[in-house]
């Protein structure tokens, strides 16, 4: 996706149900959360990390401040991670996340 398409995306989800959430470190932009409170959990749609700044601890201290400050307590937390990125099942394991379920899917001729 372009940019513009980037954006045009997400100015759609934070006008319907989403939020979001800017992480800051030094006056500049390091990582982002979009997600989505529903009565019974929080649904992470995604925490994005600005490539310079991953493997420094930066989106295991988003996901603190979420959890401490922006969350409440008392709901379950959601994320999909595709199986196939080991580094992001990695990092949502260490961070608490436990498997909960594993969706297969058949794609159609052509397309997989």
């Known amino acids: 996706m372009s940019v513009p398409e980037l954006e045009q995306r997400m100015h759609g989800w ?3 149900e989403y939020a979001a959430a800017v992480f800051e470190n030094g006056g500049e932009v390091v990582a982002y959360a979009l997600y989505r ?10 925490l ?3 490539r310079n ?9 988003a996901f603190e401040i ?3 400050q922006i969350w409440p307590t008392n709901k379950r937390l959601t994320v ?3 199986v196939k990125n080991t580094a992001a099942v990695a ?3 260490a961070v608490g996340y436990k498997d909960y379920c594993l969706t297969l899917e058949i794609m159609p001729k052509g397309l997989s």
């Open 37 to 46: 409170d529903q009565p019974e959990e929080i649904y992470l749609r995604q």
């Open 66 to 68: 979420l959890r401490s």
């Open 80 to 82: 999909d991670v595709l």
């Open 91 to 93: 990092f949502w394991r």
């Open 14 to 16: 934070l006008l319907s």
């Open 53 to 61: 700044q991953r493997r420094q601890g930066v989106g295991r201290q």
């Open 48 to 50: 994005f990390v600005v």
